[in-house]
């Protein structure tokens, strides 16, 4: 699903553009610097009063559809085996390592 979401997304020109994250046109938008040095009254007056009124919604009518797709037993336990064996192992391990420890241990 993730690639064909991908996909999906790269035949948009998704985020590529600055208008998925502002109406505003790039040379409308303000420096940094200019932004910093506006009294705020005017940056909210002039930048974030104004809405998306003016933008047509986003058309994601043709996006791909999430399907569920169970996995059986068989192949779940599979995938699940090299995890579940390094577990076993890193218990044998540690215990190996606490009881040596344990048994050179003087105890008085």
Do not use: C, H
């Not at 997304?9 to 938008?29: C, D, G, I, N």
């Not at 610097?33 to 986003?58: F, I, Q, R």
């Not at 336990?77 to 241990?105: C, S, W």
């Amino acid at each position: 699903m993730s690639l064909q979401k991908s996909k999906y997304m790269r035949s948009k020109k998704a985020f590529s553009s600055l208008s998925y994250f502002t109406w505003w046109r790039e040379r409308e938008l303000p420096t940094a610097e200019e932004l910093w040095n506006m009294p705020k009254e005017v940056a909210e007056a002039k930048y974030a009063k104004e809405g998306w009124k003016s933008v047509e919604p986003l058309d994601l009518s043709d996006m791909p559809v999430f399907e569920l797709k169970s996995e059986d037993v068989v192949s779940s336990v599979k995938r699940a085996m090299p995890d579940l064996l390094i577990l076993v192992l890193l218990n044998v391990i540690f215990f190996m390592g606490a009881y040596t420890a344990f048994m050179r241990a003087d105890v008085r």
